[in-house]
């Protein structure tokens, strides 16, 4: 059974970071995509960043270009998104999410294992 548990998120001042962490358990992440998406309150969930199988192609949505960033440890089978210059707006329900493929996609219906997210919040 694939498992994923994000943690890290929390209540920061706008212009602070966070260091998402994802930790999958029941399968190894190494031959598989992995994104990161984010749902605010009543907003529809949506792509943030994405990671390739074998980390090599990266994707952001263009509103966290330059601020976040998508990395994964195959060894602790865990994934991260590190947060800088946090706004406002990037308040929402963060989650993980992990695919049977290796391309990065942008879609939650093409991702198959998803986690229960944390909830970042931003304060101007």
């Known amino acids: 059974q694939v498992q994923l548990v994000e943690s890290g998120g929390g209540l920061v001042q706008a212009g602070g970071s966070l260091r998402l962490s994802c930790v999958v358990s029941g399968r190894t992440i190494s031959g598989y995509a992995m994104g990161w998406f984010r749902q605010a309150p009543g907003k529809e969930r949506e792509f943030v960043a994405g990671?390739?199988?074998?980390?090599?192609?990266?994707n952001y949505v263009d509103s966290v270009k330059g601020r976040f960033t998508v990395s994964k440890d195959n060894a602790k089978n865990t994934m991260y998104l590190q947060m800088n210059s946090l706004k406002p707006e990037d308040t929402a329900v963060y989650y993980c999410?992990?695919?049977?493929?290796?391309?990065?996609?942008?879609?939650?219906?093409?991702?198959?294992?998803w986690g229960q997210g944390t909830q970042v919040t931003v304060s101007s």
């Open positions: 999410a992990a695919r049977d493929g290796t391309g990065v996609r942008r879609l939650t219906h093409e991702y198959n294992y």
């Open positions: 990671i390739s199988w074998s980390g090599g192609t990266i």
